[in-house]
Nanobody
């Protein structure tokens, strides 16, 4: 069982930056595709960014050019660097580890962007 713990959320002004981190507990971190998802109040959870085991990445159109996902396999950690934040980025951000037949979720970290 993989445990994921997110950190780095908080309150930031529009135009500001935050870096989210997600640490995984297991010993096969490098095999997972790691993703960041977010869920705003009243909305469905949506994919923000994904970095696969081969380090290829994809981003939601709404965050392209502003957010960067990266991973450090030696530290079992995936990061989400968020720049030029907008009020519409306000959401709970969740980390996901996907191994195909298995996937795991963190409990989330709240990001609030004030206008």
């Amino acid at each position: 069982q993989e445990q994921l713990v997110e950190s780095g959320g908080g309150l930031v002004q529009s135009g500001g930056s935050l870096r989210l981190s997600c640490v995984a507990s297991g010993n096969i971190f490098e095999a997972y595709d790691m993703g960041w998802y977010r869920q705003a109040p009243g909305a469905q959870r949506e994919l923000v960014a994904i970095i696969r085991s081969n380090n290829s990445t994809n981003y939601a159109d709404s965050v392209k050019g502003r957010f960067t996902i990266s991973r450090d396999n030696a530290k079992n950690t995936v990061y989400l660097e968020m720049n030029s934040l907008k009020p519409e980025d306000t959401a709970v951000y969740y980390c996901n580890a996907d191994l195909g037949v298995l996937d795991y979720w963190g409990k989330g970290t709240l990001v609030t962007v004030s206008s």
